[in-house]
């Protein structure tokens, strides 16, 4: 074992799980194996190189685990993984599980000093990283910075391209003969897999999941989307190594013995090609991808496709227009996804309710206990005291897909989680009469204007309702004279909004005007994080570096 992994949810809550069946009560690979040996000849996944059936996929995945445990790795030891969709990923996925080891999967994209930074807070003993994508060395990269990692002893390199002097060829270990190794059957409440946060914060969190919280709690939530219970087909548009692509091989193939369909790099071009291809079932993705594939759709070089099962989105706020022409043009269910590394999950049904409706903040659908049951707190109170019924809060949330505990981080696991097992998530919501979640913002995400918090979630929301704007996303540009002021970084649909007719569109909505945008910057299409969601922070550094200087400011 490398790194401490605690878990702070009550032991006796983790088995009442598995006894009543919201948890499968095996670790990951057996999960596979059994799939595998019920059908064996399924496809598991579709990538650029082709399909894979799961027999051939299991062959692969001995391989290398028999390979790795050459290298020395073994069951409890933590292995960074930064590969692009693929059939490598899920073979390197499935060949830690098959070990015992615990999986640090992480975006190709990242730059090799925050790659260093997960390894070293995790303590990593060996990373299996691309010789090469889209002009990134990963793995040279990482073998430059093995210094500054005393737990590091091994850099795999996954090709094409020649392995860098140095490194180990993952090509090699997919040759070792795999017929001595046993696999190991950890137990599934320790831990199988570390999902890092999407970067918001100055240092990405990372947190342990155990096989079981996987598993169950997370597979719960696509179970409770597969309405006919047969395997599903899911394209894949977000990275498997970020939180929400670790739906990936834990739960659409583990648990759900489905079929993976991949593309190494999201282009909204590519996407609607597999879509069209491969006619998946379930189709999950970011709110700018969709809205990027709608928008190719509308310029009538691609076919409508075989409507799928659902679209599922998540990642970001999902406004009501997006929802709406979604449904219209994949001819299916959108299905509104909030949830976040942290440990909650909430999402919207197959049937065709409204996001917004009556009240404040969009619809998140009705908890799931099976996956995570939440609850509305004070803000600030140490109990959890609850909030008075209908009005905002913070969410918190506890159940089965709730994480051991954050790695490396105390302090994160002091202030956010408490002494029986709720996660505070930072989010703000309100319960309705009716039981159904509605997502308001969140408490730290606020722009501090002259003193006054303004929610850029808020604004989104309101402002993805203007007839000319396709997408949005508001950010706090620094302010000499107010601290900070909210610009509004626009994709126009068709003629570019002014800002005072955005301005009168929140009047119409009923937003206070100090919650108003002072600033305005129109992009033809919202940069992309390495995990596939809308970039805060380069979109900052835009609007700043456009802002009028303080002599031309008015408050």
């Known amino acids: 074992m490398t790194v401490a992994l605690h878990d702070l949810l009550p032991a006796g809550l983790r088995r009442g799980w598995a006894v009543d069946g919201s948890c499968p009560d095996l670790d990951l690979y057996s999960l596979y194996r059994s799939r595998q040996i019920a059908d064996p000849h399924r496809t598991v996944v579709l990538d650029a190189r082709g399909k894979l059936c799961y027999t051939a996929m ?5 391989c290398l685990a ?10 409890g030891d933590v292995v960074g993984i930064q590969l692009p969709n693929g059939r490598g990923a899920v073979i390197a996925d499935l060949a830690l599980a098959a070990l015992g080891a615990i999986a640090l999967p992480f975006p190709v994209g990242r730059g090799h000093r925050e790659a260093a930074s997960l390894l070293r807070r995790a303590e990593a003993v060996a990373v299996i990283a691309a010789t090469e994508h889209r002009g990134n060395h990963h793995a040279a990269g990482l073998l430059a910075l093995t210094g500054e990692l005393p737990d590091l002893r091994t850099v795999i390199s996954a090709g094409p391209g020649t392995a860098p002097e140095g490194t180990v060829a993952l090509s090699s270990l997919l040759r070792t003969d795999p017929t001595s190794f046993s696999p190991a059957r950890p137990d599934p409440d320790s831990a199988a897999r570390i999902l890092v946060s999407s970067g918001s914060e100055a240092e990405p969190k990372m947190v342990a999941y155990s096989h079981n919280a996987l598993a169950g709690g997370r597979g719960n939530f696509l179970a409770s989307l597969i309405p006919d219970g047969q395997p599903p087909r899911c394209l894949f548009l ?6 929400f692509g670790s739906n990936g091989t834990a739960v659409t193939l583990a648990r759900h013995g489905g079929t993976l369909v991949l593309l190494d790099h999201f282009t909204p071009e590519a996407a609607l090609d597999a879509l069209a291809e ?8 970011v709110p700018t991808m969709i809205r990027m594939m709608l928008d190719r ?4 070089r691609h076919p409508a496709p075989t409507p799928p099962t659902a679209v599922v989105v998540g990642g970001s706020p999902l406004d009501e227009a ?5 449904r219209r043009v994949f001819g299916c269910p959108v299905v509104n996804l909030y949830g976040s590394a942290d440990g909650v999950n909430c999402h919207t049904g197959l049937g ?3 996001l917004r409706g009556e009240g404040p903040g969009i619809l998140a659908g009705h908890p799931d206990p099976r996956v995570a049951d939440i609850r509305i707190a004070v803000p600030g109170t140490p109990e959890l005291q609850e909030a008075p019924k209908g009005s905002v809060g913070e969410i918190v949330a506890r159940g089965p897909m709730t994480p051991l505990c954050y790695v490396a981080a105390p302090d994160l696991d002091a202030r956010y989680r408490t002494a029986d097992g709720w996660v505070r998530t930072g989010d703000l919501g309100l319960v309705e009469d009716d039981g159904n979640l509605r997502i308001v913002g969140r408490l730290k995400d606020v722009v501090i204007r002259g003193g006054a918090n303004i929610s850029p979630a808020e604004v989104e929301i309101e402002l993805a309702g203007h007839p000319l704007v396709r997408d949005v996303v508001c950010v706090g540009v620094p302010d000499a004279l107010m601290g900070e002021r909210l610009a509004a970084c626009v994709v126009p649909r068709g003629n570019a909004p002014t800002l005072e007719e955005l301005s009168a569109h929140l009047d119409r909505r009923g ?15 919202l940069p992309l994080t390495p995990a596939g969601k809308p970039d805060r922070a380069l979109l900052r550094e835009r609007c700043a570096a456009q802002a009028p200087k303080p002599a031309a400011q008015a408050v």
């Open 352 to 354: 065709d309710e409204p």
């Open 278 to 285: 491969h006619e998946p079932t379930h189709v999950l993705g």
């Open 511 to 525: 937003l206070e005007r100090r919650k108003h945008p002072e600033r305005l910057l129109f992009v033809t299409e």
């Open 322 to 326: 997006t929802a709406e022409e979604a």
């Open 238 to 243: 977000v990275p498997l190594a970020s939180a």
């Open 58 to 62: 299991d062959r692969k995945v001995r």
């Open 297 to 300: 759709t509308a310029e009538g």
């Open 66 to 75: 028999a390979g790795l445990s050459g290298l020395g790795i073994r069951a």
